[in-house]
């Protein structure tokens, strides 16, 4: 069964540093998320990603988050100057048109030192 | 604003027993409906979706949810619990008419915990 993967599964970071965390969605899917879950908190929505577009994005999507598909297959979260409360697990997900279900990832663990 | 609720952080139940693990919603227009399940260092896994028709949905592993409109409720449910289902369950909303008709709003999660 195609599956979403993640690399790295696991990142840790200084505090300043830029992080590019990387996806690679189902190869059929057009629509492409991130999602983050800060420890103990609930799953939010970063951005949505169609057609070489962001499609919708949250407010916690700021000028320091970017997204990327450079590639027919990856799709990258860059994360430009990382701030202690960066330090999340960050989901990618991906969906073969925008109404149909999304399908997650394992995660990246990301740490902000 | 919408939200998802998911009133009790933990259910115990016992092997063999039904469970119900509960979800509210509050969302205007027609919200899709769906569960996922977290097992330990996994991702979230697709168990089930809520889009329209019969209100009593099945998905994998044997749950089941049924939407109530009037008590927008999406209770996920299983006649029989294993111990193999203890996990994180969440349940999430994808909002229609509301705009933001892409992201999903999820709940805080329910650790279910199923005891020999």
């Known amino acids: 069964e195609p599956e979403v993967t993640q690399t790295p599964s696991h990142q840790v970071t200084q505090m300043g540093q830029e992080v590019i965390l990387r996806c690679v969605p189902i190869s059929n899917h057009l629509y492409f998320y991130w999602y983050r879950q800060i420890l103990g908190q609930k799953v939010e929505f970063l951005v949505s990603f169609y057609n070489n577009e962001i499609s919708e994005k949250s407010e916690i999507f700021d000028d320091q988050f970017s997204v990327e598909r450079p590639d027919g297959s990856n799709f990258t979260l860059k994360i430009r100057s990382t701030k202690l409360e960066d330090s999340a697990m960050y989901f990618c997900a991906s969906s073969e048109l925008a109404t149909d279900t999304q399908y997650f990832g394992p995660g990246t663990r990301l740490t902000v030192l | 604003a919408q939200s998802v609720a998911q009133p009790e952080d933990q259910v115990n139940v016992a092997e063999g027993n039904p469970l119900t693990v509960k979800c509210t919603y509050s969302?205007?227009?027609?919200?899709?409906l769906f569960w996922y399940v977290q097992y330990p260092n996994r991702g979230l896994q697709f168990l089930l979706k809520?889009?329209?028709?019969?209100?009593l949905v099945k998905g994998s592993y044997g749950f089941e949810a049924e939407f109530n409109k009037s008590q927008t409720s999406f209770h996920l449910k299983k006649p029989s619990a294993l111990v193999s289902d203890s996990a994180l369950y969440f349940c999430a909303v994808r909002p229609w008419f509301s705009g933001g008709y892409n992201k999903l709003i999820f709940g805080a999660g329910t650790r279910l915990a199923v005891h020999p």
């Open positions: 809520y889009i329209t028709g019969d209100n």
């Open positions: 969302v205007s227009g027609n919200p899709y």
